[in-house]
């Protein structure tokens, strides 16, 4: 049957003037374009399917490597905490209660990057209720990690604030 269809097109195109085209074709080009197909089992070609879900690689990806390579060295990384801040003038101001909320982001970062004295320093603040509102709960938390640290002093106000709590306080503590 493809056999009869193929010879009849080819008839319809040989009828035609070597002018002729279709689909900017030739008959010839269509025709060895059939005989391609048929010797293929039907599919138009033997390379890859029209449509591929295979992630391609992209120059967009790489180029925004290099870019944040880039930023990232051009970035400024302080590795000491006196050069990214004056750290006497954030004690001074939360020994005076002048806390600024930059100071206080500038422990909370300290805390996180596990700096000993920023971690006490943010304990006694939560105790204290300076620069922040008071909450003894994490006044305790900041107090036992700074203990776990081996601040020798942190214990005695582990205790100190504990005795302070109220007994829905000390209920609400983790168990250790």
Not at 7 to 32: P, W
């Amino acid at each position: 049957m493809k056999r009869e269809f193929l010879s009849a097109v080819i008839a319809a195109f040989l009828g035609m003037t070597a002018d002729a085209s279709a689909f900017g074709l030739t008959a010839d080009q269509m025709y060895r374009n059939l005989i391609q197909t048929e010797k293929n089992g039907g599919r138009a070609s033997t390379g890859e399917p029209l449509l591929s879900f295979k992630k391609a690689e992209s120059k967009p990806e790489e180029i925004w490597r290099e870019k944040k390579a880039i930023f990232e060295r051009k970035t400024p990384q302080p590795d000491d905490f006196s050069d990214a801040y004056d750290w006497k003038k954030v004690v001074v101001a939360v020994k005076k209660g002048n806390v600024t909320p930059f100071d206080v982001d500038e422990i909370r970062r300290q805390s996180e990057r596990e700096n000993v004295e920023a971690i006490e320093l943010l304990a006694w603040m939560y105790a204290t209720g300076t620069g922040l509102r008071q909450d003894l709960p994490k006044s305790y938390a900041y107090y036992m990690q700074a203990a776990q640290m081996g601040v020798a002093s942190a214990y005695d106000n582990v205790r100190a604030v504990y005795q302070a709590m109220n007994p829905a306080q000390r209920e609400a503590l983790p168990a250790f």
